[in-house]
């Protein structure tokens, strides 16, 4: 999984800045480490590495909102929001702590070093492929001894961090990443730049993590990559991603699997079987849909049209009857007309996708997306008006699939307490729905058979 070492983008702090930073920060004093992660759930994954390895060495794991020595931020960049709100974290967490180190990570930290590191208080900006060193280049950062940015190819990255991660943060549900980067160039997404190409961790690889994993309780792995759908690609054993979840399945131990982020191309007839035939593979699919209009779907550089989605859907549908879809859905894209506004509201309506993803076109200016005329881009108010219709009908269609839901049998993960509501739990069903069912019946970590009688709080709701 390793490749060569990535060139470093190296840009040292003044002599100034460096010995004021040395004379306020007196060596050795880094014990207390904080985290946040922003985005996607290849960055949570990634994060929960950088925090076993800073465990490993012996750091204080401390929450984000406490006082702490040294501040990571596990940044996205998909939108220029996220960039916002990642310069919040940082500046937030400063105040609280201000003698404390910062280090900006990340998608954000990749795609724009020089603005992350120009950020008040910034010590370090590492890039994707150097993040997960974090932990062995503190000591360097205590003594002043390290470049303010460090930032490589991201090609040159490995799949993975290195080793097994020895459990998730949740006990009962881990982020399986199992491929990293993307080979689409879709005109309204920067995460190929960031990320680089796809790259797939080997099956063996993959397998012992879920032995590990289950090894210590955990009962769902979320399998999950920039691009998954396009697992194995470049593997030479002609590996796909219907048979690795296949070899995965067929480990010993009571767990399922859930698929995260999938390219409508890339569901396979073999894919298909699989939802059709295996018990542990979860009916429920995130589906990369981004739009239901042929035309605009066209000019995001998408792979597949309206019909095609519609075709791989149905068939999903009839092998796996209780399937729950929710999806990531763009409005606003430039030249986005009303009528194919409505036609992405068409298909989510007819798709019944229940958990749509929605956010605004953002123009991003290293993409051809971005770059489109002023005049031919929609109005930012439209944009915000556009997302708050589609997140509406995503409200009506959750609430018809959980209705239909009460009464039917569910298979529910039991995930933690109710903070909400004393003497209860809360978990998901196989189908992503959420349960909530008395604290006696199941504890955290227990898969529990169960017949949810009412909905409450956009909640199935078992009886005590």
């Not at 390793?2 to 880094?30: C, H, I, N």
């Not at 689409?184 to 080997?202: E, L, M």
């Not at 209009?293 to 009839?318: F, S, T």
């Amino acid at each position: 999984m390793s490749g060569e070492s990535a060139p470093l983008t190296f840009v040292r702090p003044s002599a100034g800045d460096a010995a004021a930073g040395a004379e306020s920060r007196p060596a050795g004093r880094v014990r207390r480490v904080a985290t946040s992660t922003m985005g996607c759930k290849v960055n949570q994954f990634e994060t929960e590495a950088i925090r076993q390895a800073l465990q490993g060495a012996d750091y204080e794991l401390v929450p984000f909102e406490a006082e702490a020595d040294l501040y990571l931020v596990n940044t996205c960049t998909v939108t220029r929001e996220a960039d916002r709100q990642a310069r919040q974290l940082v500046r937030r967490a400063l105040r609280r702590s201000p003698d404390a180190f910062m280090v900006v990570a990340g998608c954000y930290a990749q795609r724009d070093p020089q603005a992350v590191a120009a950020i008040p208080g910034v010590d370090l900006v590492l890039g994707n492929g150097e993040k997960v060193d974090v932990h062995g280049l503190i000591p360097d950062l205590e003594a002043g001894e390290l470049p303010q940015v460090m930032v490589g190819d991201p090609d040159a990255a490995s799949a993975v961090p290195e080793g097994l991660l020895t459990r998730f943060e949740s006990r009962t549900r881990g982020f399986l990443q199992v491929q990293q980067g993307c080979d689409q160039s879709c005109t309204f997404c920067i995460i190929s730049s960031v990320r680089g190409g796809s790259r797939s961790v080997p099956v063996r690889h993959v397998v012992r993590q879920v032995d590990r994993w289950a090894q210590v309780g955990t009962r769902e792995f979320v399998v999950t990559g920039v691009d998954v759908g396009s697992y194995g690609a470049d593997l030479a054993d002609g590996a796909d991603l219907a048979g690795l979840l296949a070899a995965v399945a067929e480990r010993e131990g009571d767990f399922r699997l859930r698929l995260s982020s999938l390219d409508p191309s890339h569901i396979t007839d073999e894919l298909i079987d699989l939802f059709r035939d295996e018990p542990k593979l979860c009916p429920h699919v995130h589906l990369s849909l981004q739009h239901g209009d042929g035309k605009v779907l066209k000019q995001m550089k998408r792979r597949y049209g309206p019909e095609l989605v519609r075709e791989r859907m149905a068939a999903l549908r009839k092998a796996a009857p209780d399937l729950v879809l929710s999806a990531d859905v763009l409005v606003g894209f430039p030249t986005e007309t009303e009528a194919a506004f409505d036609n992405a509201l068409a298909l989510v309506e007819e798709l019944e996708i229940a958990y749509p993803h929605v956010f605004p076109f953002s123009p991003r200016p290293e993409t051809p997306g971005g770059r489109i005329p002023e005049a031919k881009q929609v109005p930012a108010p439209e944009r915000k008006a556009r997302a708050a219709r589609m997140r509406e009908l995503g409200t009506e269609i959750r609430q018809r699939v959980l209705q239909r839901a009460v009464g039917r049998r569910q298979r529910v993960l039991v995930e933690e307490p109710d903070r909400h509501h004393p003497g209860w739990v809360r978990g998901r069903a196989a189908t992503y729905l959420p349960v909530r069912l008395p604290a006696g019946r199941a504890e955290p970590g227990e898969l529990v058979e169960c017949v949810p009688e009412r909905v409450e709080e956009e909640t199935l709701v078992v009886p005590g």
